[in-house]
């Protein structure tokens, strides 16, 4: 199996003392390209007649692989390492995110009417007229990110301390990207009742809540129950994130091959959140022939103990996932890595369509089958056709909040995902360019208006 290409994410800052002779530096260069290190900057920090001290940057592709590239330079002769950093933990410390005023607090005037006793008349006219909390406070603009951590990102259940980081990232997209003010919730439970009675007990602050890396399959229950409780959009991430990025993705990569979606045959590969909520939409979307394998294979009718998600997509003949691929037209993994061949693909339909999505090791690595499918798409940001949901949800919480949206519909969903695959002009759709950049500053823009019309039209909106 090949390697993964270096990334940011195992990125080292090393800094080096090195003899000040000629050709020293190249000797470090050769090291770190041997074991298959990819250098970045290369900052002079001091020089003398005798050293020179050096900070380079180094893209690794695992841990593993970051100790290996540290081992090859300290092999080199005539060079001292001075310091080794992680770059990922290092913007981490601290935290990544703040709470900051917007009105500067400098005179006794500025306070008496920021906080007391001004204060007591905005608190008087929202008891009067509870619309006015949107106007007056910052629930118009904000949103709580909420987690029990039992399946962060795809290490599974970590619970909240340790998804704590996550959530912070999460904020920080939120707000680079949709201009929300959005606050992490790790909760210290996991039962769906806790859970649920905590969220309604803190929607008063916030004007939409984000679900976020909660297992299947509660994160069903506890979605649905929210949606049916409180007045505010509910959305959980993991699920139509992932949902309306692909089906974004898709509509692009069927142009490419001249297939309709009405007539594909569809495989996804990953039976939780993600791998339901992609075939929900799918079906919003009219695509009617859709597999779903898990763990056990096929899901299939003559199987027992099927969850309701499941039972809805159980097909009559069940089977292995190399059966499902036989003259199939697409492969959604949202699953575990490593978990197809090229011998799979090769017996899927003419052009076939490979969204390999496991982080950070996809369920096949691009290179093996880059001669064999018409389009491949990864979530990894170092492969073309990133499926991002940094492309989704910033977007889609702008327009709910910003037409006081009371809920999210599935409609809302896939007028998003065509919003983002409009993004991608005919004149530079091709097999590496079928979704846009998530620094695209059209994307937020976009789906907000789309996802507003939807909400109007469904009668969902207050504005």
């Not at 020179?52 to 330079?73: C, G, N, P, Q, Y």
């Amino acid at each position: 199996m090949a390697d993964l290409t270096p990334n940011s994410s195992f990125s080292l800052t090393v800094r080096l003392e090195l003899l000040n002779r000629a050709g020293t530096l190249a000797k470090v260069t050769k090291a770190i390209a041997e074991v298959g290190g990819s250098l970045g900057q290369v900052s002079l920090i001091e020089r003398n007649l005798k050293t020179i001290k050096r900070e380079l940057t180094i893209d690794a592709f695992s841990t593993e692989h970051a100790e290996k590239i540290v081992a090859a330079i300290k092999s080199v002769a005539e060079v001292n390492i001075l310091n080794v950093s992680d770059r990922t933990f290092d913007i981490h410390r601290g935290g990544k995110i703040h709470i900051q005023s917007r009105i500067q607090i400098t005179s006794s005037s500025d306070l008496a009417m920021a906080y007391t006793p001004g204060v007591g008349r905005i608190c008087k006219a929202i008891h009067e007229d509870p619309e006015n909390v949107y106007s007056l406070t910052i629930k118009s603009n904000s949103v709580a990110i909420v987690t029990d951590g039992s399946a962060v990102l795809g290490l599974g259940n970590l619970g909240p301390e340790a998804a704590l980081p996550v959530m912070e990232g999460k904020s920080m997209l939120f707000k680079e990207f949709g201009d929300i003010d959005a606050f992490p919730v790790c909760l210290a439970t996991q039962d769906v009742e806790e859970i649920i009675k905590t969220v309604k007990n803190i929607a008063p602050v916030f004007g939409g809540i984000n679900l976020e890396d909660i297992a299947a399959p509660r994160c069903f229950e506890i979605e649905k129950r929210l949606q049916e409780e409180l007045d505010i959009p509910i959305f959980h991430d993991d699920q139509h994130g992932t949902a309306i990025v692909t089906i974004a993705a898709l509509i692009n990569a069927l142009k490419l091959v001249k297939k309709e979606i009405e007539t594909i045959r569809v495989v996804i590969n990953g039976a939780g959140a993600a791998g339901i909520a992609i075939a929900r939409l799918l079906n919003k979307a009219n695509c009617s022939y859709i597999t779903i394998c898990d763990s056990k294979g096929i899901i299939s009718k003559d199987r027992e103990n099927l969850t309701n998600e499941k039972q809805f997509f159980a097909v009559e003949k069940g089977g292995l996932l190399k059966d499902a691929l036989i003259d199939a037209d697409v492969f959604i993994g949202v699953s575990v890595p490593k978990i197809l061949t090229p011998e799979m693909v090769k017996t899927m339909a003419k052009d076939p369509i490979i969204f390999a999505m496991a982080n950070p090791t996809p369920e096949i690595q691009p290179e093996l089958i880059q001669d064999i499918a018409a389009v491949i798409a990864t979530g990894r940001s170092d492969y073309p056709n990133q499926i991002n949901n940094v492309l989704a949800f910033p977007g889609l919480f702008r327009g709910a909040l910003d037409c006081r949206a009371t809920a999210l519909t599935t409609e809302m969903y896939l007028q998003a995902a065509k919003a983002i695959a409009s993004l991608v002009s005919p004149n530079v759709l091709d097999k590496e360019h079928i979704i846009p950049s998530v620094f695209d500053n059209r994307v937020a823009t976009t789906v907000s208006a789309a996802v507003q019309q939807a909400a109007r039209e469904a009668g969902v909106a207050k504005l």
